[in-house]
């Protein structure tokens, strides 16, 4: 153990002595070979060369203090949990991130060129004879930990990204990297390419705030690299479906105070379940973001947060469907590939609209959860269609849902009229989030099919309706509309629309949702286009919407030769 410690001294004062014969700009060239004139600048210009870091193995409090005081170091600020790489030994040693205690503490290094930087020790309590000494072993013959960082200034995602871009140029690969709550700090690591001579092949770039957003890509970049890994991740999907689902109907979000911690016990007794596997649960949601974990004990994150009932823009209904019915049938997607029946007939012996609607409690939380992705609606109330529209002129929505939509839109025009098209039972829901808007004066409700669309008025909206259906009833649907809609109106579309290119979108997925479920599809813009023309309609423009959603604008097709 003297020989553990003494070797993890040295190392100490080796990463010190680094630290302070080091500067940002003859740094990064070590570390990235090739990277010279205006993109070192632009680097220098961007992020600092703030520290080295090591993992050390005390087996107490005690041994590091002395082992920071040995190479003149001081920590002027209590440790506080590591994430980042209490995540990684566990992985890498497969053990239970709850049972390795790393911390970190960030002593102050005064350099040669008079700036002051500083050395980041990671440190496991392993006490002497425990089962961590293998582990510690392994550690310190690798150094996996090991890396310099450099920290970012005045962060953006459109920096964050170009930086990431300029290291990737420079053959550094994405290493990982994570958000850690308790300094709300994000992490992306690089592993630096075989050429480096800086004595590191681990980089880190330091970005204060939260960042998960451009970290997804930097993480997804580093798994495709990895593809076992990537696999398993990906076979645990429904775990994660799961896991939401059970935390919402057990109601947990709900009994969590918005502004204090509570542990497990806590929690377990406000919601009556047992407290041992509660706090295996709230590890697991940690993990995944929706939870962060202090002294004071688990706390929702602002996407924890929308699993609250009471939460402004609540998604609690979504973790019900998705991880409810529509997680039943989804276990029926190779019937619907190999049949090409809808897996939800097959497995409720009904379409899910019927299966819905003989059942108030679904039929509820199904347009509860239609709602819940109401931050796609945001900008549609600005659309010029509706902008420009006359005094008086009015808007239907064509299956509108509880008028959630169609709210807005009023809302945000008082001067126009809305009339809401929708099943019987869905009315009722509409008319009681209406009336309590306000508009009920503005306002007509009215129950029906698309065959009972109103004509002559001046804008109809069909959101998230076409994809419902299979291509010969969306004809039908729009044909409906084309016999209603005055030479003059216009009709806004609001979908998905799938990528012509095939890149990312939630569209993609949605498509899968669709067949499975509902015996629907997503359609790429000329695949509505030709529908629309079928009817007699013409695809004018098309506008994005917030979570990959897109506005269609159509007009009736003008007869030939006017």
Known sequence: MITALSGDTS??????????????????????????????????ERCDFSHAALLLFPPDAAALDAALAACG?????????????????????????????VTIVRPAVHCHDGTRRMVEVFALTAPAGSDLETLAAHEREHQHEAHVAFEVRAPDPLVLRGLCATFARYGATPGGGGYNPHENGTV??????????????????????????????????HRTRQPAESL?????????????????????????????????????????????????????????????????????????????????????????????????????????????Q???????????????????????LFDQSMAAGARMFDPLPAHPVLTAA??????????????????????????????????????????????AAG????????????????????????????????????????????????????????ERVLPADGSASLATAWDLHMMCNVGGRERRADHYARLFADAGLTLVDRAPLPLDGSVLHVRKTAPTGT
């Open 342 to 364: 809808t897996a939800f007939d097959h497995h409720f012996g009904e379409n899910h609209f019927d299966h819905f609607a003989r059942d108030p409690r679904l039929a509820e």
């Open 73 to 101: 170091l001081a920590a002027h600020a209590p440790p506080r949990p590591s994430v980042v790489v209490r995540e990684r030994l566990a992985a890498r040693h497969r053990r239970a991130a709850a049972d390795l205690d």
């Open 232 to 340: 398993l991740r990906l076979l645990t999907g429904a775990w994660t479906t799961q896991a939401l689902a059970a935390f919402t109907r057990l109601e947990v979000p709900d009994a969590m105070d918005t502004q204090r911690g509570a542990d497990a016990g806590q929690l377990a007794r406000r919601t009556g379940v047992s407290a041992p596997h509660l706090a295996t649960l709230l590890r697991y949601l940690t993990m995944l973001g929706i939870l962060h974990e202090d002294r004071d004990g688990f706390r929702l994150t602002d996407t924890g947060r929308l699993l609250r009932a009471d939460a402004d823009g609540s998604m609690r209904a979504l973790a019900l469907m998705y991880g409810g019915p529509f997680y039943e049938s989804f276990a029926g997607l190779e019937h619907t590939v190999r049949t090409g």
């Open 188 to 221: 992306f690591y690089f592993t630096a390419p075989a050429q480096a001579k800086a004595g590191y092949r681990r980089v880190e770039l330091y970005v204060p705030g939260d960042h998960r957003d451009v970290l997804a890509a930097h993480l997804q970049e």
């Open 11 to 44: 190392r100490l004062r080796a990463t010190v002595d680094f630290v302070k014969e080091q500067d940002t700009a003859t740094l990064l060239p070590l570390l990235l070979p090739g990277l010279d004139g205006p993109e070192l600048r632009t680097l220098a």
């Open 439 to 494: 508009h009920s004066g503005r306002c007509t409700l009215r129950a029906g099919d698309f065959a009972d669309l109103p004509a002559g008025a001046d804008v109809y909206l069909l959101s998230r309706v076409l994809h419902d259906w299979d291509d010969d009833r969306c004809r039908e649907i729009l044909r409906h509309c084309a016999r209603a809609m005055p030479d003059t109106a216009d009709l806004l579309v609001v």
């Open 390 to 435: 006359a005094d008086g002129a009015t808007v239907v929505d064509i299956a509108g849902g509880n008028g959630e939509l169609l709210g807005r839109i009023l809302s945000a025009h008082p001067r126009l009229h809305g009339l809401l098209l929708e099943r019987p039972h869905t009315v009722e829901m509409a008319r009681r989030l209406l009336d």
